[in-house]
């Protein structure tokens, strides 16, 4: 039996079968990363698994995320100490890409403006200038990062009629095919884009990089969507964006200090705010944890991982 820690969120995810030959002790969020001969760990994204962690569990040979982003652990730690790392990419893309399209709804067509003004009973019917939103059709999807996600986001595009443009380091010249996304450079993203999507992982090159002056570089009333990380975004500019009009919404899915959102945030106008549920469905989350386990066995078995973060 192998020694293994896995979060106890994910319990109920996971069948027996998953769990043969495990000597298993699980790990509820508050609980701190123990010290031990662990073999194998499975973090959910809040844990932090660093160089203290590692050193805390010499026989460590695998940490398993579930999750695609993989920024809560530190790889240059666990490479170092021959630890591998893997993570869960593709199911959760579908999930992930709905849900930027749920935001990009909500926030270019006001509902939650419109739910809390049913809400309130305060409705007092059918006016012409009532809760005037933005027109989709004919407007401009900028995607910032267009892997999976990114990809999938605008491939639901088109049935909007949205143009599309995205930014990333390599041209996808099936994706620009089937969905006539053009490759643009960050500025003329920034600039033309009516809604502009953040689909690039949390790493130190991007975060930050919608900050003031990015956001001054945006199209005045364009909306920003992020499901992707919170570090890539400077919260307090975005909301100071917000308050001017400058931005005419936020849709939010993660922010920087996860539970906490910024305060100035909290209190901007326009902004759908949700609690990191990207790849919120029971297919989607089953998955997760069942290619986690499947990575942890693969590995304990002699056997290549299946989804390495690196190789
Ligand atoms: P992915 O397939 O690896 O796509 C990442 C994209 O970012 C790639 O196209 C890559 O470009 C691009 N990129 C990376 N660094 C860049 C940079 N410095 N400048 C421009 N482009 C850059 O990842 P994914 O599966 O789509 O997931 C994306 C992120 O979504 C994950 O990292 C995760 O943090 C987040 N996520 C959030 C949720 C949620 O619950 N809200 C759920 C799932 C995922 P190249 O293709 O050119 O290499």
Redesign the pocket.
Known sequence: MHRVLIAAEIQNLLEPAQLENLDITWLATADPTPRGDWVAIVPLLTRWVGGTELKNLPNLRIVANV?????NVDLVAAEMRGVLVTNT??V??E??AD?TWALILATARRLVEGVDLVRSGQWTGWHPEQLLGLELHGRTLGL?????????VGRRAPAFGLRVLY????A?PEFERDTGAMRVD?SRLLAESDIVSL?????P??KGIINAESLARMKGGAILIN???GDLVREEALAAALARGHIGAAGL??YTEEPTIHPRLLAAPRTVLLP?????TVETRRKMAGIALANVQAVLNGKAPLTPVYS
């Open positions: 999750a695609v982003g993989y920024n990419p593709g959760l893309t999930a992930t849900l910032f990062g267009a892997g999976r996600i990114g990809q999938a930014a990333a380091r390599s996808k960050t689909h690039v992982p949390a790493t090159e991007t499901t992707s990380r899915d993660v990191h549920i990207g790849s919120a």
